[in-house]
């Protein structure tokens, strides 16, 4: 029979939770991949959210996540890949935009904002699905690294039995993925998709600035 600490139980369960739902580049990314992919690509950028929580679980019970924790290079690799990917969705979203301004410079010519918005396109990583967007964006987001870490060294009990902490793993990584499955359906009801629908050109743009600033704000903290 487990014996199970109560209060790092409900510790686990509120700090878990806390983290999950605070914004940041994993919900930027399942928003964007929601109101422009659909439904199932959100749960699917969800799901490779939570898988990526599984790799930071699985490093930290092997005693790995206090080393990487510790070396500062770990870190500062992280948080520069992470910025970089984030950045480059930013700019990825801007780019029908960017080109237009570029043809009008060099052209001297009006640019043509009607037909950039009857034919918006979704320039999310082309070759890589909505998973492994979601994958990659929690993977490389050294603050998820820090919270497993944190966690898992000052809330959860050395003495913790190992089934236990792979339960409380298992608990985080569902725990992510419910959330930002949840998101994905509210953002695709019907009627919030009729309104997306109408500012689908403005809502790619103002995600690919949003991920810009968050590529930003993470290269230089």
């Given at each position: 029979m487990l014996n199970i600490d109560q209060f790092e139980l409900y510790s686990v369960a509120v700090i878990t939770l806390l983290a999950v739902m605070s914004p940041g580049p994993d919900f930027a990314m399942v928003s964007k991949i929601s109101l422009l992919?659909?439904?199932?690509?959100?749960?699917?950028?969800?799901?490779g959210i939570s898988t990526a929580i599984s790799v930071h679980l699985a490093y930290t019970l092997l005693g790995l996540g206090v080393v990487f924790a510790n070396n500062i290079w770990v870190l500062?690799?992280?948080?520069?890949?992470?910025?970089?990917?984030?950045?480059?969705?930013?700019?990825?979203?801007?780019?029908?935009?960017?080109?237009?301004?570029?043809?009008?410079?060099?052209?001297?010519?009006?640019?043509?904002?009607?037909?950039?918005e009857q034919t918006p396109k979704n320039t999310l990583a082309k070759n890589s699905s909505a998973f492994w967007s979601g994958f990659a964006c929690n993977a490389l987001n050294p603050k998820t690294m820090l919270f497993i870490v944190s966690l898992f060294s000052q809330v959860i009990s050395a003495d913790t039995s190992l089934l236990m902490e792979l339960g409380y793993g298992?608990?985080?990584?569902?725990?992510?993925?419910?959330?930002?499955?949840?998101?994905a359906c509210l953002l695709t009801s019907a009627r919030i998709q009729q309104k997306v629908f109408i500012f689908k050109i403005w809502v790619e743009r103002v995600t690919g600035l949003l991920m810009t600033s968050l590529g930003l704000r993470l290269l230089i903290s």
């Open positions: 992919k659909g439904r199932r690509e959100g749960i699917l950028c969800a799901f500062n690799t992280l948080r520069v890949l992470g910025a970089m990917y984030l950045i480059w969705l930013g700019i990825s979203a801007l780019w029908p935009d960017i080109k237009t301004i570029i043809f009008t410079l060099k052209h001297k010519q009006p640019s043509t904002p009607l037909k950039n298992a608990y985080i990584a569902l725990a992510h993925f419910v959330w930002f499955a949840l998101v």
